[in-house]
């Protein structure tokens, strides 16, 4: 067996829209900044995996440039498999260690490093940010996701004890069956006090539900550290990298002004939100040190952007009724999710720019809605002859779940998926029939013109 344990066992990725740059160049927009265009930026992922977040952003953007590094080869052929079958020519999958990059693959406008920092050890998270250090661009955008003190406290607890249960077993299979079977133990014996129980219960749940690759790779790894806030902004300080905000947007505001004694200290006030959040994961964005941000963010900001929502709206917030503009708008957001409307075709929904301005701050300060700068390109309606992406019908061969143009999962059932494969634009309307899962698809943003 490898000694690499994502060798042992494959650590299968997907779509992950908080990643995408759209998101980086979103927040970097939000605070100030000038961020790189999206169409023909320089994208590098660490960590890449086997390609499953990366490809589709390659596919979608096909003037850009990625590259993926990972230490395990065998995800990285399958990738590379992927990318053949596709015809990809921007991008490139590389079987390496971060901690023998240094600046050697040059400069790039976005770096993305998700569930790596906290899974390796100390000097491969200096080697990481050392790599972002050297190669990221004067406007650019870097992720890198932990696990995160003080809400990480309980999942860790669990895992140090499953450790010490499965210490005599080395098997994967084997080790992770023994785990719940520790898990179903703790919960089932009734002896932790009643107020655990709730806590264990929900946690305890998570993991039982987690995917073998998860729960191999993120709880039973061998190396697992979560960070506070502080030390992550004071390592990123020592590379020449300074904090930005973060990919989970709708937990950078503080909409209830609870922290405004911290108006004038970014950095405190994040590590205090964190404490009250119990926040048990970041998504941390982080630029070049001496960046020109301002983070006075004001209504006046909504203009940049474009918006999306899905019916009653994300993250489980909920509008209050009874306002005409905002019920408008709300419902326009629906109606064209998951694809984002620009701030000039909600216009008709409001009674003016200003009180849009201040509807959307609220959306996106609430978290019932995200912001971008990219407008996705799709085909929104169905067309004569449909076709879906090749992308969507190369992934619908082997799984349900496919990757649309906005960059986010749809799951497909079995007719939808007998059915895209055959969307390969050579049929019309009449000869596929099935108009209302064409049109399904189609606002899925599953189509391509």
Request: net charge negative.
């Amino acid at each position: 067996m490898s000694d690499n344990p994502y060798e042992a066992v494959a650590y299968p990725t997907f779509a992950e829209a908080r990643t995408h740059p759209d998101r980086l160049a979103a927040v970097a927009t939000l605070f100030g900044m000038t961020a790189p265009p999206l169409a023909a930026c320089r994208v590098l992922e660490l960590g890449c995996g086997d390609g499953g977040n990366l490809i589709p952003m390659a596919y979608a953007l096909p003037q850009a440039r990625f590259t993926g590094i990972d230490l395990a080869e065998s995800a990285v052929a399958r990738g590379q498999r992927v990318i053949q079958d596709l015809q990809l020519t921007n991008i490139r999958m590389l079987a390496a260690d971060v901690r023998d990059i240094g600046g050697t693959l040059g400069e790039f406008d976005y770096i993305i490093a998700h569930g790596l920092y906290s899974w390796v050890a100390a000097d491969a998270r200096d080697a990481l940010l050392a790599v972002c250090g050297a190669s990221l661009g004067a406007c650019g955008v870097a992720l890198v996701s932990y696990n995160a003190w003080p809400g990480r406290h309980i999942r860790q607890m669990l895992r140090e004890m499953m450790l010490h249960v499965t210490r005599g077993t080395r098997e994967p299979a084997a080790r992770m069956a023994q785990a719940r079977g520790f898990l179903e133990t703790l919960l089932g014996s009734g002896m932790a006090p009643p107020s655990w129980r709730e806590m264990l219960e929900h946690e305890v749940g998570l993991l039982v539900e987690s995917a073998p690759g998860s729960f191999w790779h993120d709880d039973l790894a061998p190396i697992n550290q979560p960070v506070y806030f502080h030390q992550f902004a004071a390592h990123a300080a020592a590379h020449g990298l300074a904090c930005l905000g973060d990919a989970d947007t709708h937990l950078m505001f503080d909409p209830r002004g609870v922290l405004r004694e911290f108006a004038d200290d970014w950095l405190e006030r994040e590590q205090v939100l964190d404490f009250l959040l119990c926040r048990p994961f970041r998504m941390s964005l982080v630029c070049r040190a001496g960046a020109a941000l301002d983070r006075r963010v004001t209504p006046q900001r909504m203009e940049r952007f474009l918006f999306a929502a899905p019916p009653g709206g994300l993250h489980g917030i909920r509008v209050a009724r009874g306002h005409p503009s905002l019920e408008q708008v709300t419902a326009a957001l629906a109606d064209t999710y998951p694809l984002p409307a620009a701030f000039e075709e909600l216009m008709p929904y409001a009674e003016s720019r200003q009180e849009l301005r201040e509807i959307l701050y609220a959306l996106v300060t609430t978290g019932f809605a995200s912001f971008h700068v990219h407008d996705f390109p799709c085909q929104e309606n169905v067309t004569a002859r449909p076709r879906a992406s090749r992308l969507a019908r190369y992934q619908a061969a082997a799984s349900p779940l496919v990757t649309n143009l906005c960059h986010t999962l749809v799951k497909l059932d079995e007719p939808g998926r007998a059915l895209i494969l055959t969307l390969d634009g050579t049929r019309n309307r009449e000869e596929i029939g099935e108009p209302q899962a064409l049109e399904w698809m189609a606002r899925m943003a599953l189509l391509e013109g």
